[in-house]
């Protein structure tokens, strides 16, 4: 079955919002064995029907995101009604429940508000628990006189969307693709390991395995390595993968690297503190965004000044001047001084210059020393060189640290 | 002129990257009177060359990302130069190149990386000063047999594209668009005010300024308002928006809300520091994302435990026992001792239930208390209820405890 995403929404063609609508539904519907063959993103206006048009004759299920609001440029429904040649009716349960929603956040209603109970006739409404306007689906052929495949017409937000689809779209999605045979996919997810290196390890073994589709994506700090096929092909390229790139391997599912890093020291009932200088907090972000974090995670600091690395985990001020902060000195005074004032199993430090300025001759731009302590071992150290822009530079610092600590905790 | 976007890459399909590049590319070439008509994902392999023939017709831009690597799935190049009926020749300058690269960082050749050297002939190299494969500029009609429009080929990863593009394709366009018409666009950022109010506050004004085009997009925390049209009417639409909108509006340029935070606190050599439960980082990753946050970024505390918020900043164990840890009373004590801590001018101290776990009747998930301290000022807080997912939470506490000191910096 091929399946068709249509982001509309001028702000995405502008630039002003990244269209992260693709990967979510991608990732949802690859269970039911189906994948996205194309996607579109098109501006609010007149050129979704000609878009429908074009994609219904080669799709049997579409998404359309984007659009569905009170404002003026929220105009999909109408065109996609328009096409469909359906009457748009008013809705008496999405209008109670908007009603409710406003009054409970006691915001004030506006006429344009009503237009979200208008609901196509046939139409299932997909309640929407995060906003106002429902989501939608038109069943394949829902007006035998326009042929069209299934339609789901979806909220722009994220917030939105995400939900709804996983409350709403995913049962009807089970439903549609029953009979479909399934295909397998595994990705494994390497730190710290370029893709040609990569390749040359793995791609010509992975080749030989007949039926396999192989492929690779490059990320800061990481490369995830695909493998698609049956069931059968995909386990013989996993034996390979597995023994060629053995413990390089940080998952083989959908854990980020700071979401393995938690379940390994929540498995080992072990705490983590950090200390962040050029990292700026990031690190923290990155293990607090994982649910659960608050079992192994304890503590945060940034200390972006000098002062602050004496004061709050008791560097020595002659080591900043003798060896600068960025050194691998100042990485281990801080990760060994924070470990010990918060009491933890571990603490990781970071100190190093993001840019763009800051840098010298001797310390360029990019440069950054990595700390970790251990309770009852000696502490170490790794420097790195990562020249690129701020945010990039604070995923590839993160990336290494947090595999540092990995490879220890899973080292023989 | 009509600009189209291509994308090809399976694993943007398969949802296992987010396509950050129709952002850019949007953003890049508005400068030049561009916009983006229509983006297209597809994946790697023969669909790229149905679609150049689809959209070859009718555009006059177009700009192809990824398939331009060393691996097997890189297959771009060969097609396009397929479709042009053009020969691919080894360029000995990109040879040169990338065998310097390589040899700088001792990476071992293997023998795909060549197939990186290879160009169409005719075409014009955009050096990659981050990586092995290079861009590549196809004048209109390069191959007078085949009618094709401008054509950029570009690396996939982001930080190989975003300079190359900067530095090498910019300069060609400017040269392109010389004699279009430049149009106006401006965007006003809003933070803390919905969507629905904005357009009923600005709608119907805004709407009787003849030929302006008006666009609204939501995100966690912000709505950005665009107005797009003759410098005239952008002009006209301005002055509605800043009269009725007035502080509300935090930005009328690119600025995120912590670039206007460290602008303000710059201008006025005010110093700040963080205190972060609930956020776990994400205030402190944001600020200091910011290039220059430094000079007023002092230090940032997440303290996640009870021990630490005591420790760390010498909240009273009393106050935790008696009103719970997300209390008014807390944020205020996190506030207040983190700014005489580390005497700066404001602390800004979050703690809250950011769930999925840790809820109760009196406090749900979603619940957030902002404390703000300032040098000489009696504290302030504020309480918030935001129900959503952890990454959204830290996101609307955040633009929420960033303007509370905006505000406050701005006010009269």
New interface residues.
């Given amino acids: 079955m091929k399946a068709i995403v249509i982001n509309t929404?001028?702000?995405?063609?502008?630039?002003?919002?990244?269209?992260?609508h693709?990967?979510?539904?991608?990732?949802e519907i690859?269970q039911f064995g189906l994948?996205?063959?194309?996607?579109?993103?098109?501006?609010?206006g007149d050129?979704i029907q000609s878009t429908l048009a074009d994609v219904f004759a080669r799709s049997e299920i579409v998404f359309v995101t984007g659009g569905l609001?009170?404002?003026?440029?929220d105009i999909t429904l109408e065109l996609v009604a328009g096409h469909l040649k359906l009457p748009l009716i008013e809705d008496a349960t999405v209008h109670e429940a908007i009603r409710t929603r406003l009054a409970a956040r006691r915001?004030?209603t506006?006429e344009?508000?009503w237009r979200q109970a208008l609901v196509p006739g046939g139409a299932k409404v997909l309640p929407n628990e995060?906003g106002t306007a429902p989501g939608l689906y038109l069943p394949a052929n829902i007006n035998p006189a326009v042929p069209s495949p299934h339609l789901f017409l979806l909220p722009?937000?994220p917030?939105e969307l995400?939900p709804m689809f996983s409350d709403f779209v995913a049962p009807i999605l089970r439903r549609i693709t029953a009979e479909l045979e399934k295909v397998a996919?595994r990705?494994f997810r390497v730190a710290n390991m370029?893709?040609?290196?990569i390749?040359?390890k793995i791609?010509g073994l992975i080749?030989a395995v007949p039926g396999i589709e192989?492929?690779?994506?490059?990320?800061?700090g990481e490369v995830?390595v695909?493998v698609i096929g049956s069931a059968e092909v995909v386990a013989q390229a996993e034996e390979i993968i597995r023994k060629k790139l053995g413990n390089a391997i940080f998952t083989a599912s959908d854990e980020t690297l700071a979401a393995v890093l938690v379940r390994l020291l929540s498995e080992r009932e072990q705490t983590l503190a950090?200390a962040?200088s050029c990292?700026?907090?990031?690190?923290?972000?990155q293990?607090?965004?994982v649910?659960?974090?608050?079992k192994v995670?304890?503590?945060?600091?940034?200390?972006?000044?000098n002062?602050?690395k004496i004061r709050?985990l008791g560097v020595s001020r002659e080591s900043i001047e003798r060896f600068g902060a960025v050194s691998e000195q100042v990485a281990t005074e801080m990760a060994e001084g924070l470990r010990t004032r918060?009491g933890v199993t571990h603490g990781i430090a970071t100190t190093g210059v993001?840019?763009?300025?800051?840098g010298s001759e001797e310390k360029p731009v990019g440069t950054a020393f990595l700390g970790l302590s251990s309770e009852n071992q000696p502490a170490r150290w790794e420097k790195f060189f990562f020249p690129?822009?701020?945010?990039?530079f604070?995923q590839l610092v993160a990336q290494r640290a947090f595999d540092m600590l990995r490879e220890k905790l899973t080292e023989r």
């Avoid at 649910?291 to 608050?294: C, D, L, N, Q």
Wanted: with cysteine.
């Fill in positions: 929404g001028t702000e995405i063609l502008l630039g002003d919002v990244l269209n992260t693709l990967a979510f539904i991608a990732r690859f994948r996205i063959d194309e996607q579109r993103a098109i501006p609010d050129s609001g009170p404002t003026s440029d915001i004030p506006t344009r508000i995060n722009g937000p917030r995400q996919m990705i370029g893709e040609s290196i390749e040359k791609g080749a192989l492929g690779y994506c490059a990320r800061p995830d695909r950090l962040e990292t700026g907090g990031f690190l923290a972000d293990i607090t965004n649910p659960g974090a608050s995670f304890v503590a945060g600091y940034v200390t972006y000044s002062e602050e709050a918060t993001a840019g763009p300025g800051g690129s822009d701020r945010e990039t604070k």
